[in-house]
């Protein structure tokens, strides 16, 4: 190629580059014209929706007959020596500060204060497991129905337990006194026990061949049902759980020297409450006055 051929090749492709320049630039400026801002750009982002988290409802209270049968479960493990210690971690503590006890109790126990009466551990049950109330001779008296009733009624447990034991030593010493044998009491002992003496005495009239100290085992049984009694009696709100089948009430003896919880004929627990619906004296109003609901 001649050098003036050249020269105008040349010439070209320098009056070209100012057009190819306005063209590539006109790109970028058009791309940089749509290109959002860093804060536009998360304004505009597409939401994506972030799932709330799901919060898990209350655990499954069990039925009534399936607390029971756990409650036999846990004390066949116990006498046994196979006792799993369920719920006595330091995370079941870290839950109990964390959550309600009406998501996981599955029983109320009602039972006597006698040290040799571990609740929990007879039933191989742990923090939060069970609602438990201790009084001297497991009395059904003012306080203990309250109890009760908070247990039934606002920790929904399912299932009440009215717990005496052998050799209970209230129940002796209603006994002792009745005999004419017993002691001086101290000032407040015997307001505390007085719910005891109409059981030992139905035990006297219904073995009338038992005498002395052996009378105490049949005054233990019959105080079980005495404070079941009492129970219904007072407290039309425990009846109202009973009746519409949220909630069952069954008595049981617990052995100090084997461990062992014998169940009582759960048949005469609705013997008693047929007979306390025909009473009159019944209390009729389940909530205290000017209460409406729970």
């Known amino acids: 190629?001649?050098?003036?051929?050249?020269?105008?090749?040349?010439?070209?492709?320098?009056?070209?580059?100012?057009?190819?320049?306005?063209i590539g630039c006109g790109e970028d400026t058009k791309e940089a014209a749509h290109k959002p801002s860093p804060e536009k750009a998360v304004a505009m982002k597409p939401s994506v929706h972030e799932p709330t988290p799901h919060k898990a409802g209350p655990p499954h209270k069990p039925s009534p007959?399936?607390?029971?049968?756990m409650l036999k479960d846990g004390n066949k493990r116990f006498v046994e020596g196979k006792s799993n210690h369920p719920h006595a971690d330091a995370a079941r503590l870290i839950q109990a500060g964390k959550e309600d006890q009406?998501?996981?109790?599955?029983?109320t126990v009602i039972t006597c204060s006698d040290s040799r009466v571990p609740v929990e551990h007879?039933?191989?049950?742990g923090i939060m497991d069970?609602?438990?109330?201790?009084?001297?001779?497991n009395v059904c008296d003012v306080d203990e129905r309250g109890s009760i009733e908070y247990g039934l009624a606002h920790v929904h447990t399912p299932v009440l337990v009215v717990l005496g034991h052998t050799q209970c030593g209230a129940v002796t010493a209603v006994t002792h006194a009745i005999h004419g044998t017993g002691h001086a009491l101290e000032l407040n002992i015997p307001p505390l026990v007085?719910?005891?003496?109409?059981?030992?005495?139905?035990a006297m009239a219904n073995h009338p061949d038992v005498h002395g100290d052996k009378i105490i085992p049949y005054a233990i049984e019959e105080n079980i049902w005495q404070g079941i009694e009492d129970l219904f009696m007072n407290s039309p709100a425990t009846?109202?759980?009973?009746?519409?089948?949220?909630?069952?009430?069954?008595?049981?003896?617990?052995?100090?020297?084997?461990?062992?919880?014998?169940?009582l004929p759960e048949s005469k627990v609705s013997d008693i409450l047929v007979k306390v619906e025909a009473n009159p004296k019944r209390a009729m109003n389940p909530m205290a006055s000017?209460?409406?609901?729970?």
């Not at 007959?65 to 049968?69: G, L, R, T, V, W």
């Not at 007879?122 to 049950?125: C, K, S, V």
């Not at 109202?240 to 062992?260: E, P, R, W």
């Not at 000017?290 to 729970?294: C, I, L």
Request: aromatic share 8%.
């Open 122 to 125: 007879i039933f191989d049950a």
């Open 194 to 202: 007085d719910n005891i003496e109409p059981a030992v005495r139905r």
């Open 102 to 107: 009406g998501d996981h109790a599955y029983a």
């Open 130 to 137: 069970i609602f438990v109330i201790r009084v001297a001779g």
């Open 65 to 69: 007959d399936e607390a029971i049968a």
């Open 239 to 263: 009846r109202n759980l009973v009746n519409s089948g949220a909630a069952k009430v069954v008595g049981a003896i617990y052995d100090v020297g084997t461990g062992k919880v014998e169940w």
């Open 1 to 22: 190629m001649n050098r003036t051929v050249k020269l105008v090749v040349g010439a070209c492709c320098l009056l070209a580059l100012p057009v190819l320049f306005a």
């Open 290 to 294: 000017g209460e409406g609901g729970h």
